[in-house]
């Protein structure tokens, strides 16, 4: 029974070596025969290998068949099926990986021997812990025997942590190869060494868990580095000896450089404009240049010396320049019971050149230890032609005050609280009668009567805030006087710019009142003409078409053919003089006229007065603006070419599409007219004769009254071109 369960519960084992036993083999299929060689011969010696691996805990077989052996791995489980117990092998041949385990230890014997006689150090960890070190590498830690070194942590050999750190990256690490780094460390011995070492990497699985294996290859570096610091140390020693050398050169170098400029200071100062000495505290001079004591002889008639007290001075003074003495006793009095710089300005008599000389000095005290004062450096000059510039300036201030006092014009200037910094009489004066008060340095300035009007003011206001923020700006504004009389000013507001910034706005007003209203005069007289020539055109214009109507009537009582044409053809040339005028009255311009808009008007008119509804009509018009000199004669050109056109280019013979095109366009300064047909052309005999027409030669006239270039071209049953080039300037 038990057989029949097992074969149907194991027989998805179809390519698996399987064998099942309790008390016997009692399932084994055809793989596991194979690999066990199994026939009923040796079954029972088979099962009792088995079952004695099975409790050895062996987990493999030797089988022996034909003198050679095959190593079985087992991974055997045990069932319970019908409460008897079952084991349940799964087999797998192991012998390749025997074969390999045996050349692998040759192997390792002779890289063993190959590592131990290697004169660099060759240590293998797994997972950090040390499995081999090579002779060299025993030197290099000092370890006696395998036992002392095997298994040791290897971070156990570091002695600081940032190198611990290191190498466990390394450890944690699955490159193939690591670079070289340097480590110091503990030798078994408790002696510091210095390793340079490579890192080699061979992963392999063992009892279904990842171990790291690596290969390091180091080499001892504490006598190299010790050599290297001694070498180091030696060239330290060497450099510095060059570089005192060189500093000490340096030093001579800056010494003479520094005498040099002492020297060349010594004699700027000596030379320079500026009057230079140096006293101590009871002001004894120390030392003076040429311009003090070219000071001290022409304005003391001292010889001055080192040594000499510079009070001795104040008795030297010429008896008229009492307040020049006077400053100088307060000076003096100022150095005993004070620390800080002085300056003061001082005035002298120039006996030859007989005017007043200024010079400004300077004390400036030097201290010594304890904060007290050592010596007073001193040095000044003359300021004479500051004060003759000052003194222009003023000349120039008083004119300018003048100037702007008197000036017809309203000048004045506010800060940013509205406040009056500056105004002229003719300012204060207006504001008096605009206002009803005057206007006070320092105070806003206030609206007066004008102080309801809102409208005024947010004027004001408004202008006054873009000036303050940088804006020029320009505007007119009106006020009711008394009587019904009116002001205009043009008013303009300047930001007044210190520093790059903005710190007051200035007022420029100037009454126009008078031009305002000689402007409104000749508004008024203007708006007259432009009544008058408008009315002038609209009647030159019903009188044309007067004229056209008068004509019209002749036609139509006229029996003879050719008359009738003519009679057309001046009708025309009224018409085309009344639509300018016409347009002219309708636009509010009496000069000048543009022709464009027209021009599709006059080409109907024709068309229609000839009963044309048979030409094709092709128009390219700019939009031009002609003076009515130039336009009227244009205007007319074009009538004459097209009623040409209509009345010859076209008989009642010609077959084929009529077209006529019509072009008008700027080119520079010059303006271009084409009109042209597809007709029968011009004979050349009458061509060569053209001008005697009516048409052609009132065309010619027209031309040459606006200096235009005329040009035509004509062939028999090739069309006729009329070209014109009117100059605009």
Not at 9 to 15: C, G, H
Not at 447 to 460: E, F, P, R, V
Request: proline share 2%.
């Amino acid at each position: 029974m038990i057989n029949k369960i097992i074969t149907n519960q194991f027989k998805i084992f179809k390519n698996i070596p399987v064998v099942a036993l309790n008390k016997e083999i009692v399932y084994i299929n055809n793989p596991a025969k194979s690999l066990l060689h199994y026939t009923s011969q040796n079954k029972q010696k088979l099962y009792q290998e088995i079952i004695n691996a099975i409790k050895n805990k062996k987990f493999h077989i030797e089988i022996k068949y034909k003198n050679k052996i095959t190593s079985i791995a087992l991974q055997c489980d045990t069932l319970l099926i019908n409460n008897e117990k079952l084991h349940f092998c799964i087999l797998n041949n192991i012998s390749e990986i025997f074969e390999y385990k045996d050349d692998l230890e040759k192997k390792l014997s002779l890289y063993e021997e190959m590592f131990d006689n290697l004169p660099i150090g060759i240590l293998i960890h797994e997972n950090g812990l040390t499995k081999y070190i090579n002779q060299y590498g025993m030197k290099v830690i000092q370890s006696k025997s395998k036992k002392e070194y095997l298994n040791f942590p290897i971070l156990n050999f570091l002695i600081n942590d940032k190198d611990k750190q290191r190498a466990i990256k390394r450890i944690q690490s699955t490159k193939n190869y690591l670079p070289p780094e340097i480590y110091e460390i503990k030798t078994f011995k408790g002696n510091h060494k210095v390793v340079e070492l490579y890192s080699y990497f061979f992963p392999y699985i063992n009892k279904d868990k990842k171990n790291i294996v690596r290969l390091l290859v180091f080499t001892d570096k504490t006598e190299d580095l010790e050599k290297q610091k001694l070498e180091v140390e030696s060239l330290i020693k060497e450099r510095e000896n060059t570089l005192l050398k060189k500093q000490n050169q340096i030093k001579e170098k800056l010494l003479d450089e520094l005498k040099t400029k002492q020297e060349q200071l010594f004699n700027t100062i000596n030379n320079s404009d500026y009057l230079f000495w140096i006293t101590d505290v009871k002001l004894n001079i120390v030392i003076f240049n040429q311009k003090f004591y070219e000071y001290c002889k022409k304005y003391y008639n001292v010889d001055i010396k080192i040594g000499e007290n510079t009070l001795k001075l104040q008795d030297k003074f010429n008896k008229t320049e009492i307040e020049s003495k006077k400053i100088r006793e307060e000076i003096i009095e100022k150095l005993k019971n004070t620390k800080e710089e002085i300056t003061y300005e001082i005035s002298h008599f120039d006996k030859s050149e007989k005017k007043t000389k200024y010079f400004k000095m300077t004390f400036k005290p030097i201290f010594g230890k304890n904060k007290t004062i050592k010596h007073y450096y001193c040095y000044g000059h003359e300021i004479t032609e500051k004060y003759e510039f000052l003194n222009q300036i003023e000349q120039q201030t008083i004119k300018l005050h003048e100037i702007i006092e008197h000036s017809p014009i309203y000048l004045w200037s506010l800060n940013k609280n509205f406040e009056i910094t500056l105004f002229n009489e003719n300012y204060a004066q207006l504001i008096q009668k605009l206002y009803g008060e005057k206007p006070i340095i320092g105070k806003p300035l206030s609206k007066g009567k004008y102080s309801a009007h809102q409208d005024l003011i947010n004027t004001l206001n408004y202008h006054y805030e873009k000036a303050f923020n940088g804006s020029h700006e320009n505007f007119k504004i009106h006020f009711d006087l008394e009587n019904d009389r009116k002001i205009t000013l043009d008013v303009n507001l300047f930001p007044i710019i210190v520093n790059n910034q903005i710190k007051e706005v200035s007022g420029i007003a100037t009454d126009i009142t008078q031009e305002v209203e000689k402007q409104n005069q000749l508004e008024i007289l203007l708006h007259e003409n432009e009544v008058l020539m408008k009315e002038i055109h609209h009647r030159i214009k019903n009188n044309l078409q007067v004229i056209s109507s008068m004509i019209n009537l002749q036609i139509q009582d006229e029996e003879n053919q050719h008359t009738r044409d003519v009679l057309r053809d001046t009708q025309n040339r009224v018409y085309s003089m009344a639509i300018i005028h016409q347009t002219l009255y309708q636009n509010r311009n009496y000069s000048s006229i543009n022709i464009s808009g027209n021009i599709p008007t006059l080409i109907q008119n024709i068309l229609f007065s000839f009963n044309r509804s048979d030409i094709d009509v092709f128009t390219d018009i700019d939009e031009i603006i002609l003076d009515v000199n130039t336009a009227i004669p244009l205007f007319l050109i074009i009538n004459e070419a097209f009623t040409n056109i209509v009345k010859y280019a076209f008989p009642s013979s010609f077959q084929g599409e009529k077209k006529s095109e019509i072009y008008l366009k700027r080119k520079n300064t010059n303006i271009e007219v084409i009109i042209k047909d597809n007709g029968t052309g011009i004979q050349k005999n009458i061509l060569e004769n053209i001008f005697s027409s009516t048409g052609f030669s009132i065309i010619k006239a027209l031309s040459e009254q606006i200096n235009a270039q005329l040009n035509i071209t004509s062939a028999p049953n090739q069309g006729t071109e009329l070209k014109l080039l009117v100059p605009l300037i």
